[in-house]
């Protein structure tokens, strides 16, 4: 075959086993131009304390761990209580959903979702993430689309 070239004839130093080896680029219309991979930036989730202050929610926080969630008096099933917090928390800290002021209701692991959403795709992030944490048996979309 004509278009693969044989390496036979090609010194080790000029084949390329890394293509990454360098940095990746940082400019996005440099990246475009070049032809070369680019990865934005992620910022993490914050959140305003009641002094003001900025305070990471997730991602690149401390490492510090928190304390662990309240659970049932029966086996591993969280309360139903300690369910609804589990799901406001999941959706505080994920970066999709932390914009959202969303109400959550449990009864017997059933979640309810309720509130107004402009974005089909944030509703879908919504549901997930809450249908994700453990001890969800349904998650019911009452959310309300804006138009």
Do not use: C, W
């Amino acid at each position: 075959m004509k278009d693969r070239q044989d390496t036979d004839d090609i010194a080790e130093s000029d084949i390329e086993t890394e293509p990454f080896d360098e940095p990746l680029e940082t400019d996005p219309t440099e990246a475009v131009e070049e032809a070369e991979p680019y990865f934005p930036p992620t910022d993490p989730v914050v959140r305003t304390d009641h002094a003001g202050k900025t305070q990471i929610a997730s991602g690149f926080g401390s490492g510090d761990t928190r304390g662990e969630p309240p659970v049932a008096a029966v086996g591993d099933t969280p309360s139903d209580e300690a369910l609804e917090d589990l799901v406001h928390r999941a959706l505080r800290l994920d970066a999709s959903t932390a914009h959202l002021h969303l109400k959550v209701g449990v009864s017997q692991g059933v979640v309810r979702l309720q509130g107004p959403i402009e974005d089909e795709d944030d509703v879908e992030n919504a549901l997930a993430i809450a249908g994700d944490v453990r001890g969800v048996v349904e998650v019911i979309d009452e959310l309300t689309r804006l138009e």
